[in-house]
């Protein structure tokens, strides 16, 4: 059985910085595509940030370019999220997801969900 479990959310201060990592169980975690999607309160799905399987591939939003750093352990079959330079418009419902592919960058052929880490933003 497939499951993402996110950690790391909470507040932080604007300019600050979070880690967030997702721990995957229940398939071979170094044969797929991940990727890091948040929901702001009130708004749609955003895909934030995606990695190839072997992390030879990384892919951002333009919103988060330059200050998030998506990254995975194979060994420890966790991925992560590094967010440095935090706004309040970083604050969201942040969900880890598995793509159904070794390569992708992308919410498209995304096949499993975690339950989502909160992070706030703000003074």
């Known amino acids: 059985q497939v499951q993402l479990v996110e950690s790391g959310g909470g507040l932080a201060q604007p300019g600050g910085s979070l880690r967030l990592s997702c721990a995957a169980s229940?398939?071979?975690?170094?044969?797929?595509?991940m990727s890091w999607a948040r929901q702001a309160p009130g708004k749609g799905l955003e895909w934030v940030s995606g990695i190839y399987n072997d992390g030879s591939g990384t892919y951002y939003a333009d919103s988060v370019k330059g200050r998030f750093t998506i990254s995975r352990d194979n060994a420890k079959n966790t991925l992560y999220l590094q967010m440095n330079s935090l706004k309040p418009e970083d604050t969201a419902l942040y969900y880890c997801?598995?793509?159904?592919?070794?390569?992708?960058?992308?919410?498209?052929?995304?096949?499993?969900w975690g339950k989502g880490t909160l992070v706030t933003v703000s003074s």
């Open positions: 997801a598995k793509d159904s592919s070794s390569r992708a960058a992308s919410l498209d052929d995304v096949d499993y």
């Open positions: 229940g398939f071979t975690f170094s044969s797929y595509a």
